[in-house]
């Protein structure tokens, strides 16, 4: 039974993104402002991954039987505090004085596209992609290593339709090697970053799965990869 439901919730989520990125490219053209055209493919699909993710999220969380009022997607802005080593290394003493004094008024407000909340606890920073790069993948990675600074337990998720950052991160493989260039800005940085791509095949800038020609189906497979993925961190 729990099977049969599990499949119809993830066959809706196939039946949206049938729906919606086959119905971007003629909404874009419906627009009267031709210079508006791409803004208008960003945002449907920067808005579809968010709301696949938010789904993702409540369905894993069903299947291992939490309970609903448990999980919260509110997003909140988090606070990122100043470094006190940092404002004791600063050289002036007018300027030392000053932030010392307004402390409490020197911190950078940050947030993802969606925070999962378990019994009021920040679980899961998620960020959502129409596809990503390896330029991106440094903000990415900045403000997670930023985060991790307010909540050091917290975990990460990068959600993609499709990817950009080379390596086998687009296919099916169990195991996935990554890339030489990913890789490496991860050993950077002291994240454990779960990349969850949704489409197969490397994403080609000319190419554009909006278009009926280049359109990508959405394999329920990648979806229970995800979930598996999300059920893991939820634990």
């Known amino acids: ?18 729906f919606l990125v086959k119905g971007i490219d003629i909404k874009a053209k419906d627009n009267t402002d031709d210079r ?9 699909k ?5 709301s696949m993710a938010k789904s993702l999220v409540e369905i894993a969380w069903k299947e291992m039987g939490g309970k609903q009022e448990r999980l919260s997607l509110e997003k909140q802005t988090v606070k990122i505090p100043i ?8 050289k002036s003493p007018e300027i030392k004085e000053y932030i010392k004094k307004n402390i409490s008024d020197f911190y950078y407000t940050l947030k993802t596209d ?24 440094k903000r990415i990675l900045v403000d997670f290593t930023l985060f991790k600074q307010v909540y050091p337990d917290l975990s990460f998720i990068l959600l993609q339709l499709e990817s950009q950052l080379g390596g086998d991160y687009s296919t099916n493989n ?49 979806l229970m990869t995800a979930l598996d993925v999300f059920k893991k961190l939820l634990q």
């Open 83 to 90: 470094k006190p080593e940092y404002v004791d290394k600063i």
């Open 114 to 137: 969606v925070h999962v909340y378990i019994d009021g606890k920040f679980k899961i920073a998620i960020e959502c992609k129409a596809y990503t790069e390896n330029a991106m993948m």
């Open 36 to 44: 508006a055209y791409g803004g208008v493919i960003r945002a449907g």
């Open 46 to 50: 920067g808005l579809l991954v968010e």
């Open 174 to 222: 169990g195991v996935k090697y990554g890339s030489p260039s990913t890789h490496t800005l991860l050993s950077y940085f002291d994240i454990d970053l779960n990349i969850i791509t949704l489409l197969g095949g490397e994403r080609k800038v000319d190419k554009p799965i909006h278009k009926p020609e280049y359109y990508k189906s959405l394999r329920a497979e990648s």
């Open 1 to 18: 039974m729990e099977q049969k439901k599990q499949s119809k919730e993830v066959l809706s989520l196939i039946n949206a993104y049938e």
